[in-house]
């Protein structure tokens, strides 16, 4: 009679949400390399609500984070899908400690916070960006095991 791992399908699920995830934000970010900046009015807006200060969201800057987002995404659902290697295991776990220091960082934000940085962020950084962070980190750090 054969063991059933009921942790495995969860940690594929997993693995593949934090790919699409990767996914998806590597389109964003080729949508706003293209000038465009929704949901913003404006680049400075943009820059405001997801970052917290004012910088570039010219093609320089958002291409090369959708290129490492895209191929962070192919090999996170490599892992998921049972892909064996040290790539797709290594890529996944620089993953989950990118978006665990993401969602550490964004606990230390909301406890101290600073000013300057517009009235949106704060509020999509405690009620979004961090508990994505942490729930998605985690979810790529089973994935990587």
């Given at each position: 009679?054969?063991v059933?791992?009921?942790?495995r399908?969860?940690?594929?699920g997993?693995?593949?949400?934090v790919?699409?995830l990767?996914a998806v934000l590597a389109?964003?970010?080729?949508?706003?390399?293209?000038?465009?900046?929704?949901?913003?009015?404006?680049?400075?807006g943009l820059s405001l609500?997801?970052?917290g200060s004012v910088?570039s969201?010219?093609?320089?800057?958002?291409?090369p984070?959708?290129?490492?987002?895209g191929?962070a995404?192919?090999?996170?659902a490599a892992?998921a899908r049972g892909?064996?290697?040290?790539?797709?295991?290594l890529v996944t776990?620089?993953?989950a400690?990118?978006?665990?220091?993401?969602?550490?960082?964004?606990?230390?934000?909301?406890v101290v916070?600073?000013?300057?940085?517009g009235?949106?962020?704060?509020?999509?950084?405690?009620?979004?960006?961090?508990p994505?962070?942490?729930?998605?980190?985690?979810?790529?750090?089973?994935?990587?095991?």
């Open positions: 009679m054969a059933i791992d009921i942790e399908p969860r940690a594929v997993g693995g593949l949400a790919a699409v990767l389109l964003v970010h080729v949508y706003w390399a293209t000038g465009l900046t929704w949901p913003a009015a404006d680049e400075r609500a997801v970052l910088v969201f010219g093609p320089a800057v958002v291409l984070l959708a290129v490492v987002e191929a995404a192919v090999a996170v892992r892909v064996r290697g040290r790539i797709p295991r776990y620089a993953v400690c990118g978006m665990l220091l993401r969602g550490a960082a964004g606990v230390v934000w909301i916070g600073r000013d300057g940085s009235a949106v962020f704060p509020w999509l950084n405690a009620l979004l960006y961090t994505l962070s942490l729930v998605f980190g985690w979810t790529a750090l089973r994935a990587a095991r």
